[in-house]
């Protein structure tokens, strides 16, 4: 079926205590969409201020939309999250519903494969060590020796969807061999930047250089444990901007303690923020930082008005430009969109 006659409605429930700008409230008007836009913090707050919406929205928030809180949403047919991963959103109870789940992966695809890099760079040229050692008056190049090289290494992506992608091309002239592992990698993405496609046992193996860039979902809960870490090479560095629970954190502090593996950037943590007693806030060889590596001075921009033009493609019946549940029986004819890619 296709969307009512009557003007659709987008209801913007998780805020992350932000405001939106004047201007996303007069583009939905001028397109004859409704908007509202207030915290919601439980589920009779759903229901009053999105029982009746269209699409629902959340910036990053999960405060409300629980699976077994979808049933206050009759009119539903589409969820944004804004930003990349979708662990937060039921995607399966959703999608038995019907409801189309869209993300925004491109508002922050640049900053987080910078900040990837930054942490690998960070990590073997022992930098945050070198800068503490500085500030406290001791110069003395022994202190922090960079144990590791960069060219003619081999790293290794664990996905291999648009962040992983640039993390390859932007490190193209390091001279590295690039493996991924990703079962839904196009083959042409892959042959595009002179990726070899490997299980993932193999490219820990192989690899001296890991980074994680795959979401999390019940089946890459802890895909990072004790068995496979101790797969990897002693020197291998391991960098994850995904999700924390991605990797076994308990296993990962034993891992760098015991030398299974010379080192860690991490901007993700089971536990955000982690209590002052985590040791991996100890460990030398791991440069921490706090879950903000897709934030940039353009995130915020960037993220509104993809959010803004995704719920918009929603409202006039097309495929959103990326789509986590692309095999959902949409409760809407949707037409596809050039721009999108699931």
Known sequence: MRLTEAPVKVALVGLDGLTPPDWVGERFAAAG??????????????????????????????????????????RCGAIIRTGSGTDNVPVAEATARGIVVANTPDALTEAVSDHAIGLLF????????????????????????????????????????????????????????????????????LQALHVRSVDLDTLLVESDFVSVHCPLTPETF????????????????????S???VVDEQALVRA?????????????????PPALDNPLLTLPNTVLTPHISGYSDEYLVR???????????????????????????????????????G
């Not at 802890?222 to 901007?241: F, G, P, S, Y």
């Open 243 to 245: 999700r924390g629970a």
């Open 256 to 272: 760098l303690r015991e030398g299974w593996i010379g080192g860690a950037g991490l901007d993700v943590l089971e536990q955000e």
């Open 122 to 189: 960070a990590v073997i040229r022992r930098i945050a060590v070198q800068d503490a050692a500085v500030r406290r008056g001791v110069w003395d190049r022994t202190v922090a020796w960079p144990d590791w090289h960069v060219h003619g290494q081999t790293l290794g992506l664990v996905g291999f969807g648009r962040i992983a992608r640039r993390v390859a091309r932007k490190l193209s002239g390091f001279d590295l061999s690039v493996l991924a592992f990703d079962p839904y990698a196009v083959p042409a993405d």
């Open 222 to 241: 802890h895909v990072i444990d004790e068995q496979r870490l101790r797969r990897m090479r002693a020197h291998a560095v391991l960098v994850n901007t």
């Open 33 to 74: 969409v409704n908007f509202v836009a207030e915290e919601c913090n439980g589920r009779a707050d759903l229901e009053k201020i999105a029982g009746d919406a269209d699409i629902l929205w959340v910036f990053g928030s999960h405060r409300c939309l629980y699976a077994d809180n979808l049933d206050v949403l009759p």
């Open 303 to 341: 993220s509104w008005q993809l959010s803004v033009d995704t719920a918009l493609d929603l409202a006039r019946g097309k495929w959103p430009r990326s789509c986590v549940n692309r095999e959902v029986q949409p409760r809407w004819t949707l037409t596809e969109n050039h721009t999108a890619r």
